[in-house]
């Protein structure tokens, strides 16, 4: 039987159950759990080094008042890494390719930080909505256009995630195939195919990083 290239997309079911949960926990138990003792493994030390670079990166920029979202910050981005990186391996499922997980993890953090910049910093908030130096004329129209990409800047940003992973994945998919079927036929062809899918699958590990 003929499968749809579509249908590695498809939350895998067992016994009536969707296992799109388990595929969502399994992050959290590969990660070290740290020790009481002085001295850590490596590989926690360079989960904690990495943690702490990230950190820093991150909030340099930013006020001591939100360092507060250092936490959870730093928590979605290793639960995003690892989901990625889980999905590039073979018979995996990528629970990021689904627009509604990526929606239900966009909507609430955009609306959190609209709602605080509003509640803290109004003026400025609302500043952001009408560019300094426009003409009166032009005051209303930019208005409804910055407030419609405002609201629409989840949605881009959850969409735009899911194509690249969904194409990643579908080009895979496609190279991997036709280097499989080329292979009795044309040996050679399928050696560059093979080496172009090497390098494509690098590229889909820096984009699953990024």
Request: charged share 5%; net charge positive; no cysteine.
């Amino acid at each position: 039987m003929t499968l749809s290239f579509f249908d590695q997309f498809m939350s895998p079911i067992f016994l009536g159950i969707p296992l799109i949960a388990l595929a969502l926990s399994l992050p959290w138990i590969l990660f070290p759990t740290p020790s009481s003792r002085w001295l850590n493994s490596r590989f926690l030390a360079l989960q904690g080094w990495s943690i702490n670079r990230f950190t820093q990166q991150l909030l340099l920029p930013l006020n001591l008042g939100g360092h507060k979202w250092a936490l959870i910050l730093a928590s979605l981005m290793l639960f995003l890494i690892t989901l990625n990186m889980l999905g590039l391996l073979p018979y995996t499922f990528t629970p990021t390719t689904q627009l509604s997980l990526n929606l239900g993890l966009a909507v609430p953090l955009w609306l959190a930080t609209v709602i605080i910049g509003l509640r803290n910093q109004p003026t400025a908030a609302l500043g952001h909505l009408l560019p300094e130096g426009t003409p009166v004329p032009l005051i209303p129209v930019l208005i409804i256009i910055e407030t419609i990409s405002l609201f629409i800047r989840p949605l881009a940003l959850g969409v735009r995630l899911t194509a690249n992973l969904t194409a990643g994945h579908l080009l895979i998919q496609l190279i991997a195939t036709a280097a499989f079927v080329l292979l009795p036929i044309m040996p050679l062809v399928a050696i560059s195919t093979s080496v172009v899918l090497f390098l494509l699958t690098l590229l889909e590990i820096a984009v699953a990083m990024i």
